[in-house]
C-alpha cells in the first residue's frame, strides 16, 4: 500500500522549532521531487520547500527562506522539514508531496498540524 505518513507537528511558542517527517512505504522515494505544502485556515494550500530528486537542491517559499530546512534520507525512505523560529502565522497543517521525476505520478500525505502560539 502505498503511503505517505507525516509526524512531528504540535504546539510550540513563537520562536520555537519543530521537525516534521515523512515516511514512504509501498514505493521507493528516490526518483521523486518532494515538497512540503501547508494549508492555513481560509488559505489556499501554498508550496512551503520542495527537494530534487538526484541532486537534492532545494528552493523556498520567500516567507520561511532562512528560518526551514528541507532534507531527504533515501536510504530511510523519508523527508524531513526543519522549522526554526517559528512565527504564529506558519500556524497550518503541513502536508508532505511526491511527484514523480518521469511522469505525473504523485502522492500525499495526510497532514500534520503545526500550531506557533504563546
Known amino acids: 500500500q502505498v503511503q505517505l505518513v507525516e509526524s512531528g507537528g504540535g504546539l510550540v511558542q513563537p520562536g520555537g522549532s519543530l521537525r516534521l517527517s515523512c515516511a514512504a512505504s509501498g514505493f521507493s522515494l528516490s526518483r521523486y521531487a518532494m515538497s512540503w505544502y501547508r494549508q492555513a485556515p481560509g488559505k489556499e494550500r501554498e508550496l512551503v520547500a520542495g527537494?530534487?530528486?538526484?541532486?537534492?537542491?532545494?528552493n523556498y517559499v520567500d516567507s520561511v527562506q532562512g528560518r526551514f530546512t528541507i532534507s531527504r534520507d533515501n536510504a530511510k525512505n523519508t523527508v524531513y522539514l526543519q522549522m526554526n523560529g517559528l512565527k504564529p502565522e506558519d500556524t497550518a497543517v503541513y502536508y508532505c508531496n511526491a511527484q514523480y521525476d518521469l511522469g505525473p505520478r504523485a502522492y500525499w500525505g495526510q497532514g500534520t498540524q503545526v500550531t506557533v502560539s504563546s
Open positions: 527537494i530534487t530528486s538526484v541532486r537534492g537542491r532545494t
